[in-house]
């Protein structure tokens, strides 16, 4: 494949748009400037500001500070995690020197986080940072453009795109878990402990807070979800579906009063460091700055007004006092019917000069997000060059998810996406033949993650940016 040679040339290269400064933008503008591009990020905050951030950093995390699993060999996102290391990824550079302890999880210091991406592109002579809202569709002359405006694309900008592309947005909710100062958990009730005692990045086996609830506890519980007083909806939002991998624990729970013991609260792998015994249900916490002054409810998303959350949630045991630093919340996100609508780079095929990535594009997950970025920076940067860029093979995870969204998934049933197995092709036949059939499930991940690390490897290989 071709080299890019601009760099070396006397001349620049027109600027490539970016509007959006969240992960997939941030990361698309690193790629860019990579590759010799120049970059004109433009990011409302804080001129306009959202329901969800709280700052004007880049990349900001406005949900969990968790990025999931960091395992490459049996876990999906874990080998997404891996990929974007060798590809070079902004995103996971300043997620591994942020991290804190999670067990198995890559989780961060969510403030350390976003300033570290906010003071590279800043301080990047390719990269100029334009604070200010886009309104409708980008001026014409922009020619190559990224709109990387995630689950807040604002109002103007998304009737603009539902105008162009003759479809309709779909939308759904994300809700917010809340944030607890770790000095007001009761410890005499809660313990430290990772299920199953399992180490991750940054972690020693014991990087979770544990709240055990007994049966009654549990079931008191579970009504005080179900009673308490929840946000109400706009008449235009009543109808919009949730993402299933990102419900409030209210909807959870409204669908049956054991659903919340299989997902967030389930009790396995945890002993109650008090006395040994095993809990019926847990709420567990994790840590959400370097300081470890901060812990977040796992999987506590919610729509409960604040009133309410305080009261529901200090029922728990250890949290009788707890204090909020951030209690949480839920804001609407939106995405494009990307199967229908994009090409299979990521161009709105009713006007190729722009380019979507990120959640707006129909993954759901921040790596997943930056890994749409990374794809679209690349593939604007050969455009803009003038050079060929082939696509990552399928059998990656950024190849799969590439291909999910761009033709894989049907465009009549379209919903957000993490990365998964499922979306990668199966094994040559006969590749587990010799492994017993007890051990082909986790052999056949292994097998699936040495594959995709080193297709990528390969592919990375061969493109411009691997000769830096």
């Not at 040339?9 to 600027?15: D, E, L, R, S, V």
């Not at 959870?252 to 008090?274: C, D, I, S, W, Y």
């Not at 901060?294 to 250890?318: A, C, D, H, W």
Request: charged residues 25%.
């Amino acid at each position: 494949m071709a080299r890019y040679v601009l760099r070396m040339a006397n001349t620049t290269p027109h600027p490539v748009h970016i509007i959006g400064g969240g992960l997939a933008g941030s990361e698309a503008a690193w790629q860019l400037a990579r590759a010799g591009v120049p970059v004109m990020l433009h990011e409302m905050r804080p001129e306009r500001k959202t329901d969800a951030h709280q700052t004007e950093d880049l990349a900001e995390l406005v949900c969990s500070n968790s990025f999931r699993s960091d395992d490459s060999e049996n876990n999906a996102v874990g080998i997404l995690h891996a990929e974007m290391r060798v590809l070079g990824s902004l995103i996971m550079a300043a997620a591994d020197t942020h991290k804190v302890p999670a067990g198995g999880a890559l989780a961060v210091d969510r403030e350390g986080f976003a300033a570290q991406v906010t003071r590279t592109l800043h301080s990047h002579p390719l990269i100029e940072i334009v604070r200010g809202e886009v309104e409708g569709l980008p001026p014409e002359d922009w020619d190559n453009v990224i709109i990387a405006t995630g689950p807040l694309t604002s109002p103007a900008l998304s009737a603009a795109i539902i105008e162009l592309s003759g479809e309709e947005n779909l939308a759904f909710f994300d809700a917010i878990a809340p944030i607890i100062h770790a000095e007001s958990i009761d410890m005499n009730k809660a313990w430290f402990q990772s299920r199953y005692d399992k180490p991750g990045p940054g972690g020693t086996g014991k990087d979770y807070i544990n709240c055990p609830l007994d049966e009654a506890q549990f079931e008191a519980f579970i009504d005080a979800l179900i009673e308490g007083d929840k946000v109400a909806f706009h008449e235009w939002e009543e109808n919009t579906p949730y993402f299933e991998g990102c419900l409030p624990i209210e909807v959870m729970a409204e669908r049956g009063r054991q659903t919340l013991r299989f997902g967030p609260m389930k009790p396995v792998g945890l002993t109650n460091a008090h006395d040994g015994s095993r809990p019926h249900a847990v709420v567990q916490l994790r840590q959400d700055n370097a300081l470890g002054t901060l812990f977040n409810m796992v999987g506590f998303q919610t729509k409960l007004r604040y009133g309410p959350q305080q009261e529901v949630f200090r029922s728990i045991p250890g949290l009788e006092n707890a204090e909020f630093a951030r209690l949480g919340g839920i804001h609407r996100n939106t995405f494009l019917n990307s199967p229908r609508l994009l090409d299979e780079t990521l161009r709105l095929k009713a006007m190729p000069r722009l380019r979507f990535a990120g959640q707006v594009t129909g993954v759901e997950g921040y790596v997943e997000s930056a890994a749409m970025g990374l794809l679209a920076g690349r593939f604007a940067a050969a455009e803009r060059l003038g050079e060929a860029l082939d696509l990552p093979p399928p059998t990656t995870t950024h190849g799969a998810l590439l291909a999910h969204v761009t033709g894989g998934a049907d465009a009549e049933t379209f919903q957000p996406m993490n990365i998964n197995f499922g979306l990668l092709p199966p094994l040559e036949d006969g590749a587990l033949e010799d492994v017993k059939r007890k051990e082909r499930k986790i052999m056949r991940r292994q097998f699936m993650s040495r594959r995709a690390l080193s297709d990528i490897a390969v592919w990375f290989s061969d493109t411009p940016m691997a000769a830096e």
